[in-house]
Nanobody, 116 residues
Framework: VQLQASGGGLVQAGGSLRLSCSAS????????IGWYRQAPGKERELVAA???????NYADSVKGRFSISRDNAKNMVFLQMNSLISEDTAIYYC???????????WGQGTQVTVSS
C-alpha cells in the first residue's frame, strides 16, 4: 500500500496550494485517508482526515484554512490549503488513517515551503 502526494511548491505567506493524493493499486474510497506533515526537527503529525463517508476532521492549527476532499471517480484525495503561513512549511504525505494500516509504508511526500 503506497499513496503518492503531489502539488507542493513554494508559495508566499497568505497564498494557496492544492495537494493531490493518488494510488495506483487500490481504491482510496474504501479507506479513511489523511494528510500528514513533517516539519524539520518535528514529529510527523496528522493535519486533516476524511472518512469513507466523507466526514472530515482537522488539526486545530489548520482548521478554517485547510479543506480535505475526495473524488472517488478519479480515485484521488485533495488538500486545499489557504491562508498559508510559514509554520505550514513541511513535507506533506497522504496515507491511510490510521497510518498503521499501511504497515510503515510511506510515499515520498511533497514539499510545501511558505515564505514570509
Amino acid at each position: 500500500v503506497q499513496l503518492q502526494a503531489s502539488g507542493g511548491g513554494l508559495v508566499q505567506a497568505g497564498g494557496s496550494l492544492r495537494l493531490s493524493c493518488s494510488a495506483s493499486d487500490f481504491r482510496l474510497e474504501h479507506f479513511g485517508i489523511g494528510w500528514y506533515r513533517q516539519a524539520p526537527g518535528k514529529e510527523r503529525e496528522l493535519v486533516a482526515a476524511i472518512t469513507t463517508a466523507g466526514t472530515t476532521n482537522y488539526a486545530d492549527s489548520v482548521k478554517g484554512r485547510f479543506s480535505i476532499s475526495r473524488d472517488n471517480a478519479k480515485n484521488m484525495v485533495f488538500l486545499q490549503m489557504n491562508s498559508l503561513i510559514s509554520e505550514d512549511t513541511a513535507i506533506y504525505y497522504c496515507n491511510l488513517v490510521p497510518s498503521s494500516l499501511s504497515r510503515g509504508v510511506w510515499g515520498q511526500g511533497t514539499q510545501v515551503t511558505v515564505s514570509s
